[in-house]
Each structure stands twice: as structure tokens, then as C-alpha cells.
């Protein structure tokens, strides 16, 4: 997860890289490589994909942005990362896989077997493994509420409702991560803990 962001996390505040390192932890993720069938010349396929994908605030992407189909709650639960460029393609394959893993990746590359049916039984099988939950922050700090108390969820309402932020010490002395559902908490805290260093 550290080497992914390696080049992003440096504009990051400690607090969003402790509670990165919570929310990237939670759950499986799933790799997938594709392959551009409709390629635009001298526009490697990444690039492309990344344009597709949109930016990761909701505000600014269009109709037609994987983000905007996907309905992220906020710029930081964005639910989908793409390499920037080819070199990132190569960097970030190295840091998922260890060397028998890319090689046999590799190879089914250059196969060029469709493998998206693989892809969307995996997709089942985290479905099936990992509890669904609606994202919603206001239906999350309403199932917090009985565990952190009318006072706590009115500060972290107060928080989401003026778009201000707390550090990460501040927020885990208002919810006990251990005693509320987690993605509860990962759902608050997107709104909450500080994005990006102040400028």
C-alpha cells in the first residue's frame, strides 16, 4: 500500500497516512490487467484508462467517468486506482506480485486469453466473503451513535456538516474502532481526517 502511493503520500498529513493504513487494510482488493481493444494512437493504454477513470473529486468528473458510475461518497473512498503511465504499470505489478506470480501474469498476458469471467468470479467471491455496506456517513454515524453517544456523533456531524477536519488522535478518542463496525468508521473518517497537508 506505501510503495503504490509512494510518490503521493509525500502532500499527505500523518493523520491521513494513519488512517490510510487502517482503510487499506480492511478489506481484499482485486487486481485486474486489461487490455485496450479500442486504442488510440500514441496514447498508451494506462493513460487512457486513467482519463476514463476521471479525478478523484466527484465534482469534477463527467457523466461518463468510472468514478461517477461508481457514486464515491467523497475524493477519498474513490473505490478505483489506475497506473498512471506505463512505467507505473511496471512499478506497481512488481510491488502486488512476487516474481512467480508476474511471470505467470505475464504469460497469461501474452496469451491473451479473455480471463473476464475469472475476473467477475472473483469479484463474487469478495462479495460473498465481505458484508455489504451503503457508504452512507449519515447512516453510519446514526448505527455509531448508541456506541459513542449523542454527544461524539453531534461533533462529527458538526465536522461533515462544515467540511472541517480533525486530526486522527482526535477522532479515535470520539469512536473506539475496535467496539463499531469498521467500515463505519472508515466511512466517517473519509469525511473527517485531514486530505492533503494545508498550503
Known amino acids: 500500500m506505501r510503495e503504490v502511493w509512494r510518490y503521493d503520500w509525500d502532500v499527505y498529513p500523518v493523520d491521513r497516512l494513519r488512517f490510510s493504513s487502517l482503510w487499506y487494510a ?11 481493444v479500442r486504442p488510440t494512437p500514441g496514447v498508451p493504454a494506462t493513460v487512457r484508462l486513467g482519463a476514463l477513470k476521471g479525478v478523484t473529486d466527484p465534482a469534477l468528473n463527467e457523466w461518463h467517468h468510472l468514478r461517477t458510475v461508481l457514486r464515491p461518497p467523497n475524493r477519498v473512498l474513490n473505490f478505483v486506482h489506475v497506473a498512471d503511465e ?3 504499470v511496471v512499478r506497481e505489478l512488481a510491488i502486488f506480485l512476487d516474481r512467480p506470480e508476474l511471470r505467470r501474469l505475464l504469460d497469461s498476458v501474452r496469451e491473451g486469453a479473455d ?5 467477475l468470479a472473483t469479484i463474487a467471491d469478495l462479495e460473498a466473503e465481505y458484508p455489504a455496506h451503503d457508504l452512507d ?4 454515524l446514526d448505527r455509531m451513535a448508541p456506541v459513542i453517544g449523542a454527544q461524539a ?3 462529527l456531524s458538526e465536522l ?4 472541517s477536519k480533525i486530526r486522527w488522535d482526535e477522532f479515535t478518542a470520539l469512536v473506539p474502532q475496535n467496539a463499531v463496525d469498521l467500515w463505519d468508521v ?11 497537508r494545508p498550503v
Open 160 to 163: 461533515i456538516a462544515g467540511n
Open 186 to 196: 472508515i466511512v466517517v473518517a473519509s469525511f473527517v481526517v485531514p486530505r492533503e
Open 137 to 140: 456517513v449519515e447512516a453510519a
Open 153 to 155: 456523533k453531534d461533533r
Open 86 to 88: 506505463p512505467a507505473d
Open 115 to 119: 480471463r473476464t469471467e475469472q475476473v
Open 26 to 36: 480492511a478489506n481484499d482488493v482485486v487486481l485486474v490487467v486489461a487490455r485496450d
